[in-house]
C-alpha cells in the first residue's frame, strides 16, 4: 500500500481547484462524519483507559484525513460512564487545537451516541462557541451509557433528546451508524430498526436525516498477519452481512431505504471510516477519505456543509470510483425535489467525473456499469415497513451509453412523468447486476459502488 504522502498529490490536484472557481460556489467536498481518536477507550479494571480502541490524536485524524483530499470531519468518540465531563475538558480543547493546526480540514464536534434503545448514532454539532457545553449536556442527559441506568436505555429517551434537539437553534445532525451491524438477518433487525428510524425521523425531520449506507472497518481482510481464525467480516456484519460494502438496508433495491423513500421521507444515506486503528497501523481501518468518502454539495464553510447534509445533497463512493454527480431533473437536483406536469416527458441529464488518478491502493479503477432506479412514492407506510415494491432499476448503463470528454462524462434518460416519486443512482466498477454478500475475507479494494441520494418528482 502506498504512504499518504505518496497518494496525496494525485488527490491534491481534484481536491484544491474547485475553490479557485470562487468560495461563494458550491462544490463537491469529501468528508467522513464518523472518525474516532485516542479518546474513544476502554475500561480496563475500572479505569477508562485512552489509547485502548481508537490510538491517533484529533490532529493526527485530520492530517491524514487532508492528505486522502477530505474536506470535513467530525470526531465521535464514544461514550461511556461519565465520559461527558472528560469529553468536555480534555477532548474538546484538543479539537480546538487540531482546528487551528490543520485548517484545511473542517473540524466539526461531535460523539457516538451510544443511543438510547437502539445502536450508534453520529451526533453532530453545529459549529459555534458554545458547542461544547451544548454537546456535554446533551450527552450527559441521554448517552445510554453516561449513567447506570438500564431504564435510560429505551428509544422513548431518544425521542425526547430529539424534541430538544428539533427546537434548538442552530440543530445538530443525528444520522445512524451501521445500521445493520446488529441485526440477527438480513431482515432480522436489531438495534436500529425500520420503526425506530421511522419514529426518530418522525420526531425531528430536520435532524434525524439518515444513516450510514456504508459502513466502516472496511479494512478486515487486510490487517497484517491475519488468519481465517482471526479475520472478521467487512464493517464487522455478522449475521447480516453487507453487500459491496453498503448495508442491506441500502443496497437492496426496493429495501429499507427505498421504503423511506416512497413516503416521500427526506432521509439520506453517508459512507464512513470508524476510523479507530489503520490497517497499516496493525488495525482493520482506513484513514478517512482513504476508501469511502461522503460529497457534500457545500461552499467550504461549515454551516453550508452541515446544510448540505441536513438536505441530502450528498453522493457516496469507495476506493475513489468517482469524485462529482451531478443529476439534473428539471432543474433539479440530488436531494431536492422536481416539479413536472402530469404526462410531461421529463429528461434526466447526468454528469459523472471519472478521476483518471490512482487512488490510495495505486489503482485507476472505471465506472463498469450506472444504474437508474426509480420508485413511486405511495405516502405513509406501516412503522416495520421494509419494501417498496415498485422501486426497480429502468436502466442500466455501459460505457456505450455514455459520452467522455476526458475524465468527464455525460449520460441522459427520458421518461413519461404519470405519478409523485424519486430516481437515483449506483454505479460500480465490477461486473455485478446486484451487489453480491461479501464473504469473509474479501479484498475490498475491486469491489467499488457509489450510490447518488434521490431527487424527487412532485407531478402537478
Avoid at 444520522?175 to 420526531?203: C, I, M, Q
Avoid at 476508501?291 to 467550504?300: G, I, Q, S
Avoid at 402530469?342 to 444504474?371: C, F, L
Wanted: glycine share 10%.
Amino acid at each position: 500500500m502506498r504512504s499518504c504522502l505518496l497518494v496525496s498529490s494525485a488527490f491534491m490536484a481534484g481536491f484544491l481547484s474547485p475553490l479557485s472557481a470562487g468560495a461563494g460556489e458550491r462544490h463537491w467536498l469529501a468528508g467522513d462524519h464518523h472518525v474516532h481518536s485516542h479518546y474513544s477507550g476502554r475500561y480496563v479494571d475500572g479505569v477508562y483507559k485512552l489509547g485502548a480502541d481508537g490510538i491517533y490524536p484529533l490532529a493526527r485524524n485530520a492530517e491524514m484525513a487532508r492528505g486522502f483530499g477530505v474536506r470535513w470531519l467530525v470526531a465521535i468518540d464514544h461514550g461511556g460512564l461519565g465520559l461527558s465531563r472528560q469529553r468536555f475538558e480534555q477532548q474538546y480543547p484538543e479539537l480546538l487545537a487540531s482546528r487551528a493546526a490543520v485548517p484545511e480540514v473542517i473540524q466539526f464536534h461531535g460523539m457516538e451516541l451510544d443511543t438510547p434503545g437502539g445502536d450508534h448514532s453520529s451526533l453532530i454539532m453545529p459549529l459555534t462557541p458554545s458547542e461544547g457545553e451544548t454537546l456535554r449536556s446533551l450527552e450527559s442527559r441521554y448517552a445510554a451509557d453516561e449513567v447506570e441506568d438500564p431504564a435510560r436505555d429505551d428509544t422513548a429517551k431518544m425521542l425526547q433528546a430529539l424534541v430538544e434537539m428539533r427546537n434548538a437553534s442552530p440543530r445538530p445532525l443525528v444520522f445512524a451508524n451501521h445500521p445493520s451491524r446488529s441485526a440477527k438477518g438480513v431482515t432480522n433487525y436489531h438495534g436500529h430498526t425500520p420503526r425506530e428510524l421511522r419514529a426518530w425521523n418522525d420526531t425531528a425531520p430536520e435532524v434525524a436525516v439518515g444513516m450510514e449506507g456504508a459502513p466502516g472497518h472496511q479494512g478486515t481482510s487486510l490487517k497484517p498477519n491475519a488468519t481465517p481464525e482471526t479475520l472478521r467480516k467487512r464493517g464487522y456484519y455478522v449475521n447480516s452481512p453487507t453487500f459491496g460494502g453498503f448495508d442491506a438496508m441500502t443496497a437492496t433495491v426496493g429495501g429499507v431505504w427505498d421504503s423511506f423513500l416512497g413516503e416521500g421521507r427526506h432521509f439520506w444515506i453517508t459512507a464512513t471510516s470508524d476510523s479507530h486503528r489503520n490497517i497499516a497501523d496493525g488495525g482493520e481501518d482506513f484513514w478517512p477519505g482513504q476508501y469511502a468518502k461522503t460529497y457534500v454539495l457545500a461552499r467550504p464553510e461549515a454551516d453550508d456543509i452541515m446544510d448540505g447534509l441536513r438536505h441530502g445533497r450528498i453522493f457516496v463512493t469507495t476506493g475513489d470510483l468517482i469524485s462529482a454527480l451531478n443529476i439534473n431533473v428539471a432543474g433539479a437536483g440530488i436531494g431536492e425535489t422536481a416539479t413536472v406536469k402530469t404526462d410531461q416527458t421529463v429528461k434526466v441529464s447526468i454528469t459523472v467525473r471519472d478521476p483518471a488518478g490512482a487512488n490510495a491502493h495505486g489503482d485507476r479503477p472505471d465506472v463498469r456499469r450506472i444504474d437508474l432506479i426509480i420508485g413511486d412514492v405511495t405516502g405513509p407506510a406501516a412503522p416495520d415497513a421494509d419494501r417498496n415494491p415498485t422501486t426497480r432499476v429502468v436502466k442500466r448503463f455501459t460505457a456505450a451509453d455514455w459520452t467522455r470528454h476526458g475524465e468527464t462524462f455525460t449520460l441522459s434518460y427520458t421518461f413519461k412523468a404519470t405519478k409523485d416519486g424519486y430516481l437515483r443512482l449506483r454505479g460500480t466498477s465490477t461486473d455485478e447486476l446486484e451487489p453480491q454478500p461479501d464473504p469473509i475475507g474479501e479484498n475490498p479494494w475491486p469491489d467499488l459502488w457509489f450510490y447518488s441520494n434521490p431527487v424527487f418528482i412532485d407531478v402537478k
